[in-house]
């Protein structure tokens, strides 16, 4: 595994992270979770990527993550470890359990740090851009973050370029820069190209890519049928049967040739093609088992792309 830095800061990232957003909650298999974590770290994956609300019930993947920490990560192997958490969709009922006020991202915070038994995290995150908070309030939240040794980055999360480029002026401008953007980014997935990636390159922002399989529709999971245990078969997974279309299972299959002629998998194609972009500090992937997570690392064996290959893709895209 190569380490990659992240934007213009000190801190170096895995080519791969890992997310808990599916998998590692309350109706999940703790063994499993525990043992893709335990194998995801003895092959070079130092960050591990967690949000207040995941888990089935929400805060569940947080708990259990702590858990696993406690078990395996204790003393200085807390200190290999990039943790990051997020706060700005709903988390809880009333009036400050949701977006961006001061109010919910410092609580939400301290919330995190109980749930997952920790002193700090290393990355904390605006979840999403609130339309009614200023913006300035949200940034000044992560800025106490960081000033207040709760988390010693500061990260955004599906913001567009233009609130984008407004995040990272106020926080540069409070002394807390932008580590790290995270957006949806994948082959089926491309409005960062739209004018974000060009932002974040500017301004030394780094980029960690989410759901860069499209919930394993990128994969060979789908290439048939909707099979037993996938996320589109679970009704609390996020990825509905409504999105397998026709016409997705025909590009798919495209794709799936043409990471055949590569020598790889859909999956493995689908990773490498997003860090073939030197902006893509990392690509932040889920796994549901070892085995998936094992196929996906492979990916950077082979990196590069030829022109050819990258038109085959363009036009599989746009057909
Ligand atoms: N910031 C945000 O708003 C936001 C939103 C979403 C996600 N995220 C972050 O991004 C992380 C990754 O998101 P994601 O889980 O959607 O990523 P993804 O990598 O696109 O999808 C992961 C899912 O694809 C399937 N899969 C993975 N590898 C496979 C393989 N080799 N063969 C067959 N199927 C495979 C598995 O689903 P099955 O269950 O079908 O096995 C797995 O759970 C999340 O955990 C979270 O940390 C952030």
């Known amino acids: 595994m190569d380490y990659n830095r992240c ?55 947080e708990e259990n993550f702590g858990s696993i920490v406690q078990r395996n990560f204790q003393g200085f192997m807390r200190d290999q470890l990039v943790i990051s958490t997020k706060a700005g969709y709903k988390m809880w009922d009333g009036s400050y ?13 301290n919330q995190s740090l109980k749930r997952m038994n920790l002193e ?22 992560l800025d106490y973050a960081v000033k207040s040794g709760k988390a010693l980055y ?10 984008a480029k407004q995040a990272i ?7 807390t820069p932008c580590l790290i953007h995270q957006p949806k980014y994948s082959m089926l997935e491309r409005s960062p190209e739209n004018g974000l990636l060009d932002v974040l390159g500017e301004n030394g922002v780094g980029c960690i890519a989410f759901s860069p399989l499209a919930q394993g529709l990128l994969t060979s999971r789908y290439l048939k049928e909707i099979p037993a245990g996938s996320r589109a078969s679970n009704p609390n997974g996020a990825l509905q049967t409504t ?47 070892v085995t998936q997570l094992y196929e996906n690392l492979k990916s950077i064996e082979q990196l590069t792309f030829s022109e050819e290959e990258l038109q085959q893709i363009e036009s599989i895209l746009r057909e």
Request: no cysteine; charged share 20%; net charge negative.
């Open 97 to 109: 359990g949701d977006w961006g006020s001061r109010k919910y991202l410092i609580t939400s915070l």
């Open 169 to 175: 002026a106020i926080l540069k401008d409070l002394g």
């Open 243 to 289: 999105d397998i279309t026709e016409e997705i299972i025909q590009k798919i299959q495209l794709l799936n040739q043409l990471a055949q002629k590569r020598n790889q998998t859909l999956a493995q194609m689908a990773i490498a093609w997003l860090l073939k972009d030197k902006r893509i500090t990392s690509v932040l992937i889920g796994a549901s088992s």
């Open 154 to 163: 500061a990260g955004i999360s599906n913001y567009n370029a233009e609130q």
């Open 7 to 61: 934007g213009r800061s000190g801190l170096l990232l895995p080519q791969i992270s890992l997310g808990l957003w599916h998998n590692f909650g309350s109706f999940d298999d703790l063994h499993n979770a525990e043992q893709i974590i335990i194998n995801a770290f003895d092959k070079g994956i130092t960050h591990f990527d967690l949000a207040n609300n995941y888990g089935s019930v929400p805060g569940s993947a």
């Open 120 to 141: 700090y995290v290393d990355i904390f995150y605006s979840h999403r851009p609130d339309p009614k908070t200023p913006v300035e309030e949200t940034m000044m939240a």
